[in-house]
């Protein structure tokens, strides 16, 4: 008998697929590693003597100061929606995510601007008690502004998490707390804390990501990080090799950070087991003790939401008959477009290598597939160094090889080509896990049913698998369209010259002395990212019992 | 005629300790029924979605209908083998109808593929519910999709894994005999896996017993139930009750009594012998039996077991009619009319 037509179990065409996606995807990466064995740039000795400590210190403490304090507005929060009933606390749930959808950068103009001698406070205080205050009411453009402003657009990250986590806590274990003679307080402190750590340590984890991904805010505030130093090197020096240096320091911390989550994390498990889950039951305090609630968590909303938030609408009142144009709308368009291209792009590519790891019955597969979601910790001014060195080897290569050796040109540095590359690199995580989390919903053996009664494994793709997943798709795309449209350091670096996108003209505008302009293009950035954030409320809420 | 064939074949799973199967070979008659059984972690699915093309063996070989199918690193893909498979969580498709659910294994080169889809839902009683979509059948409707679907595109083998567990008791043993009487229908070769031996015993020709990965025995039922091979596939099939005993001229000598049996003089050694609930009788005292005091009555309805136990405190179960009283009885007297000897030492 000889053996029908057959194949090495081992290999399918997906596999090559995948590789090859892993691949480009690694290129920043290995590119910043391996550059490391070149030479430092040539001002990366004056750097390293007189900026780096300065780099290292500001750093250090923007990290420090933005945990402290995303843990206590995230942490106190959580607490009192998930255990406490007072006026409001329903809507709290999801207003207080709201901030996430202003980029760093807006925030902390907005604050400058309201701060100033025209903006509303001084205003107010003026024209009501006639008091008058020279220059700025409270000086922001420093570290613990930068501070202040990123924890209250980061802290949802922190609330997100950590309320989740007070929901899914078991009521028998309080009311064993309780039965054991401790108060609300102690319980607290003694059962519920220590058991939501491991996610409010996660939601720190995350929010210190986007501290070291942040370009717009300490740029504005003149606070000097690594992420400005890498712009600096490149963009002010031309230093390529300093740039990398910079990077590959920036990624240390990047490391160091996702090293302590997982150490903390352990082994331990501080789920409660399925079957004793009873939800928590809310319980209403005293009448005193509710309002205070309501204005704690009012005035944490007013300052990190509302507040900034009017008074981009005030702004956009005072202006949008100056901006908003043809050439604004073009704009939008654009943005619209970059953003749709890459969240399309982004979401085809996860399925190709979810769908490698669905048919492959090896483990190293899924092993390397995890490099495809590395980009979500790095931050956008490094992959954009190590995207753009690579890409202009290449162009100088090609015109070298098929034009002339002498001219010098952008077929892919430089271009859309390079820009989408980059959200590509940096946000496959986005609209990976909302993939993944589709296809294990949906579970293997419908796809194995397919293919037993006869279809390739590309038709139960399209006939199977697809169709069911379709919500978590849209949601994928729905989720990189938001990120890549707010991005800021990447499209800075890595835009075609003199292009615009919404967050660079807001930006641009901003630093330029034109706030209230800026507000147009900023107000469309936050409304386009309100809704997906009630939209993944909606579901974290159904999974919660 | 022959249809499927295992030939040594080994399968251990990344990060496992041990092989999820060992060295099973087995081979499978065109037209029967046979259950693969065992306890979970014995490997039985594993074999299942070895010969579906859903996992690789480590080493080994399989042939269906003739075919080498699987040799070495060479395999070929499952949805080239022509296997129909029902999945234990039925794996409907919940985006089509019932309709479309079984035509998606039918191609045009079969003919009218959808009076096939039609007659294939009227053989499982489901031909008015072709345009529903699955979750709007019951559980025992979808199963009976599941069925169809599987051998609508005619299999050289339909698998099933633990088709049976998700049914309720009541539905059960009505679904068993329906499942069997399509599977008869048709024709077609069945292999399903269950830990229920139950199932096995009622609806398969034969049954494989997995134990740990190894296949311990595989045979008609009957000869399972009354020889099986060593005492795990004994006990499988219920309760096996072990007395020592010492071989006498007439018979053997108990601790629950005298057994007169002219066999016993062929042994010289302490034996053991075992013997099932149901091979003893409870009975009136006239002298000749082995008597045990009554530790514990259970009522079962159609049965009643008894556990008796001799001086040392020792015990036995016997199965016995539901009628019999032991009301104010302290001790009860049983013979056995069939029991094993196995050689204790």
């Given at each position: 008998m000889s053996i029908v037509k057959?194949?090495?179990?081992?290999?399918?065409k997906w596999t090559g697929y995948s590789l090859l996606i892993l691949l480009l995807i690694a290129t920043p990466l290995f590119t910043i590693f391996f550059k490391l064995f070149d030479r430092p740039g040539d001002s990366w000795q004056h750097i390293a003597n007189n900026l780096l400590f300065g780099y290292f210190q500001n750093t250090i403490l923007l990290l420090l100061g933005v945990a402290v304090m995303t843990f206590l507005l995230g942490v106190s929060t959580a607490w009192l929606v998930s255990n406490y009933e007072f006026p409001g606390r329903k809507y709290f749930e999801w207003l207080l995510i709201?901030?996430?959808?202003?980029?760093g950068y807006i925030m902390a103009y907005t604050y400058v601007g309201m701060l100033d001698y025209t903006g509303p406070i001084q205003v107010f205080l003026r024209n009501t008690f006639d008091i008058h205050v020279k220059g700025?009411?409270?000086?922001?453009?420093?570290l613990p502004g930068a501070i202040f402003i990123l924890s209250i657009t980061l802290f949802p990250y922190v609330f997100l998490i950590t309320r989740s986590s007070f929901v899914q806590q078991s009521k028998t274990l309080q009311e064993a707390s309780f039965l054991l003679g401790k108060n609300r307080f102690q319980t607290f402190f003694k059962v519920a804390l220590p058991m939501a750590r491991p996610a409010i340590v996660a939601g720190i984890a995350l929010a210190s990501m986007e501290v070291l991904n942040d370009y717009g805010t300490v740029k504005y505030f003149g606070v000097n990080t690594f992420t400005t130093g890498i712009f600096r090197a490149w963009?002010?020096?031309?230093?390529a090799g300093t740039a990398i240096y910079l990077a590959a320091i920036l990624m240390v911390f990047v490391f160091v950070i996702l090293y302590l989550e997982s150490l903390q994390r352990g082994?331990?498990?501080?789920a409660s087991g399925k079957d004793i889950h009873k939800p928590l039951v809310r319980i209403k305090p005293i009448i005193g003790k509710q309002v205070l609630y309501t204005l704690i968590c009012g005035t944490v909303f007013f300052l990190s939401f509302l507040f900034p938030f009017l008074q981009l609408l005030h702004w956009v009142s005072l202006t949008y008959h100056k901006v908003i144009n043809t050439d604004f709308w073009l704009l939008v368009y654009r943005s619209f477009g970059l953003a749709a291209v890459s969240g399309a792009l982004i979401v085809a590519l996860s399925v190709i290598l979810l769908y490698t790891l669905r048919l492959s019955p090896f483990r190293w597969v899924k092993n390397i597939t995890k490099v495809a979601t590395l980009g979500y910790a790095i931050p956008g001014a490094v992959i954009a160094v190590g995207i753009m060195i690579p890409l202009l080897s290449l162009d100088k290569w090609i015109y070298s090889t098929?034009?002339?050796?002498?001219a010098a040109g952008l077929f892919f540095s430089g271009t859309l080509f390079a820009l989408v590359f980059a959200y590509i690199v940096r946000f496959m995580a986005v609209g990976y896990n909302p993939v993944e989390a589709g296809f294990q919903k949906i579970g293997i053996h419908v796809n194995e049913a397919s293919r037993l009664l006869g279809a390739r494994s590309t038709k139960t793709l399209w006939k199977i698998d697809l169709p069911l997943i379709k919500t978590s798709l849209i949601s994928g795309i729905l989720l990189v369209f938001v990120d890549v449209l707010k991005e800021l350091p990447l499209t800075l670096i890595?835009?075609?010259?003199n292009y615009q996108t919404l967050a660079t003209k807001a930006f641009d505008m901003a630093t330029n002395e034109m706030i209230a302009e800026s507000a147009n293009a900023a107000l469309i950035i936050i409304l386009t990212g309100i809704i997906p954030i009630i939209f993944l409320n909606k579901l974290i809420k159904k999974r919660e019992p | 005629m022959r249809i499927l064939s295992l030939q040594n074949i080994h399968k251990k799973y990344q990060?496992?300790?041990?092989?999820?199967?060992?060295?099973v070979s087995f081979e499978v008659e065109e037209g029967e029924i046979l259950a693969l059984v065992g306890?979970?972690?014995?490997g039985k699915t594993t074999v299942l979605r070895l010969i579906a093309g859903l996992e690789h063996p480590d080493s080994g070989s399989i042939s269906l209908s003739g075919q080498v199918i699987v040799s070495g690193k060479k395999s070929v893909p499952a949805h080239e083998r022509k296997v129909g498979m029902v999945f234990q969580?039925?794996?409907?498709?919940?985006?089509?109808t019932i309709l479309e659910n079984i035509k998606?294994?039918?191609?045009?080169?079969?003919?009218?593929v959808d009076k096939i889809a039609r007659d294939t839902l009227k053989l499982v009683g489901l031909h008015e519910d072709y345009?529903?979509?699955?979750?709007?059948?019951s559980g025992g409707q979808q199963q009976r999709v599941a069925l169809a679907r599987a051998i609508a595109p005619n299999p050289k083998i339909l698998l099933m894994d633990e088709?049976?567990?998700?049914?309720?008791a009541m539905l059960k043993d009505q679904v068993r005999e329906e499942i069997r009487q399509i599977i008869k229908k048709t024709g077609i070769t069945a292999i399903f896996v269950t830990h229920d031996t139950k199932d096995a015993l009622s609806t398969a020709d034969r049954i494989a017993i997995l134990h740990k990965g190894y296949l311990q025995q595989i045979d008609i039922p009957k000869h399972l139930y009354?020889?099986?091979?060593n005492p795990y596939v004994a006990n499988f099939f219920g309760k096996r009750n072990e007395i020592m005993a010492t071989p006498l001229q007439e018979g053997w000598h108990t601790s629950f009594g005298f057994i007169s049996d002219p066999?016993?003089?062929?042994?010289?050694n302490k034996v053991k012998l075992m013997f099932r609930p149901e091979h003893g009788e409870v009975v009136q005292r006239d002298g000749q039996q082995l008597t045990g005091k009554i530790v514990k009555i259970s009522y079962f309805g159609s049965h009643q077991m008894v556990k008796l136990a001799d001086d040392e405190g020792k015990r036995v179960t016997i199965r016995t009619n539901p009628g019999r009283s032991f009301e104010g009885v302290e001790r009860a007297f049983f013979y056995l009319w069939k029991y094993d000897v196995e050689e204790a030492f």
């Open positions: 057959s194949n090495y179990y081992w290999w399918n709201l901030p996430l959808g202003f980029p700025s009411l409270l000086d922001l453009m420093n963009f002010s020096l031309g230093d082994n331990r498990q501080y098929f034009i002339s050796a002498k890595l835009r075609p010259f | 990060d496992a300790k041990d092989f999820a199967v060992s060295d306890e979970s972690g014995s969580d039925y794996a409907l498709f919940p985006h089509l998606f294994g039918l191609k045009k080169s079969m003919g009218d345009q529903k979509y699955p979750h709007q059948l088709p049976f567990s998700n049914l309720d009354e020889t099986p091979v066999e016993a003089k062929k042994y010289k």
